[in-house]
């Protein structure tokens, strides 16, 4: 833009002093700043948005399975001292680093990313039904929208192909 007015003021200038231009000045066509960085983000923000969904369930994972008392208390209808609640938050730990490892590696990304949404959005019902809406509601819905984009996406770079 800047550019451009320049030019306009040197022909102006020239017009007004009885100098004629031969012809009129074109603009020059150069790349815009932070294209190449645009063509690298759509070309690899679908796999960082993988690999980054992955780790996050492969941390909240690993937690379920390290400290399962811990979590208990989100296991709705279950007391937190129950058996059967801990025997499910480990279960639903190993199934968290099961999809958090198949994200990160690559393999079966649909599969993994639809299973994702729907592990999440488990979570966030089972979290607004049972506490109503909170930060970590609002947290698990963004993870669960991440879940949906990884799901979308068809542009994914370091895959595990068998």
Known sequence: MARRNRVARAA????AGGQQLA???TAVS???MGEGVLEATQEWGPTVARVALGLVLLWFGLHEL?????WTGYVPALPSTSHVALGLVVVHGWV????????????????????SALALLEIVLSLTFTGG?????????????LAVAVLASDRHRLLLRG
């Open 12 to 15: 102006a200038r020239a017009t």
């Open 23 to 25: 012809a009129p000045p």
């Open 30 to 32: 150069t790349p815009a």
């Open 66 to 70: 390290f400290q399962p008392s811990l």
């Open 96 to 115: 968290l680093v099961m999809l958090g490892v198949a994200l990160c590696l690559g393999v079966a990304i649909r599969l993994a990313a639809a299973l």
């Open 133 to 145: 809406l909170s930060d970590i509601v609002a947290r698990d819905l963004g993870v669960f929208g």
